[in-house]
């Protein structure tokens, strides 16, 4: 398998309404999918050839293989 396909990590929301923003691959760049968080769920994300960047938006842990961090406050 393509090794632009192995990375995961995971999202977990610190509050309702976090959402999870796939951009596509490829020439253009734009959302795809966006998905929604309530407080405490957590969503697997694995980058596929649909997918080459995850844009957050709200209060989330980030725990990647770079390590884990926090969005900022809005
Ligand atoms: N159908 C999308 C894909 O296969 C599902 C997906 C994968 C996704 N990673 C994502 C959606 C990250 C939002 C964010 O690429």
């Avoid at 959402?19 to 968080?37: A, C, M, P």
Wanted: aromatic share 8%; glycine share 8%.
């Amino acid at each position: 398998m393509d090794t632009k396909f192995d990375s995961y990590f995971v999202v977990k929301a610190k509050e309702n309404g976090v959402n999870v923003i796939g951009l596509t691959r490829g020439k253009d760049t734009r959302f795809h999918h966006s998905e929604k968080l309530d407080e405490g769920e957590v969503m697997v994300v694995q980058f596929t050839e649909h997918t080459s960047a995850v844009k957050i938006r709200g209060k989330a842990t980030l725990m990647t293989p770079f390590g884990t961090m926090e969005t900022e406050e809005d």
